[in-house]
């Protein structure tokens, strides 16, 4: 099983790059995980956000397997606390060997195409995060999970 965390646009902020680089490398003594980074869209300034959210949706949708399992980070997904997130992983892990996607959308969020293709949602917070900063804040839980999982002292409860 891989996981994969795919966003939309790049992370251009130097110090949350550096830190989403930092778990990445962290991530890989646990499982072979990637990040793929679809480059924003240029030229939008005349469309709608229905319109953005929908070619957003087309790149992502490309970029999926059908046997992948999708997982959106979502305002409306569900809220775990890290322990429980650590379970529900480990729970996939355990009895899937599909890959694992996770999925950052643009500022508009997914299009009902994306909604449709996905498995399920989750939230970290009801607090709204930047796009990019979201991705640093995921992964680190991510390699929390892992620790977790483990029992590695990573987390302290």
Do not use: C
């Amino acid at each position: 099983m891989r996981i994969t965390l795919l966003t939309v646009g790049k992370t251009d902020i130097p110090w949350v790059r550096e830190g989403l680089e930092m778990y990445v490398s962290r991530l890989g003594h646990y499982v072979p995980f990637s990040l793929k980074e679809i480059p924003e869209l240029k030229g939008v300034s005349a469309l709608s956000h229905a319109q953005i959210k929908e070619r957003e949706g087309e790149l992502i949708l490309k970029q999926l397997n059908p046997a992948d399992e999708v997982i959106l980070l979502d305002e409306h997904g569900r809220e775990y606390r890290s322990v429980e997130f650590a379970d529900w992983l480990g729970g996939r892990l355990a009895r899937s060997g599909r890959d694992l996607v996770f999925v950052i959308g643009g500022a508009y969020g997914f299009s009902e195409a994306v909604y449709a293709r996905a498995g399920g949602k989750l939230s970290l917070s009801r607090m709204t995060y930047s796009h990019q900063l979201v991705r640093t804040i995921f992964a680190e839980q991510l390699y929390r999970a892992f620790t977790i999982l483990r029992g590695e002292p990573y987390h302290h409860e």
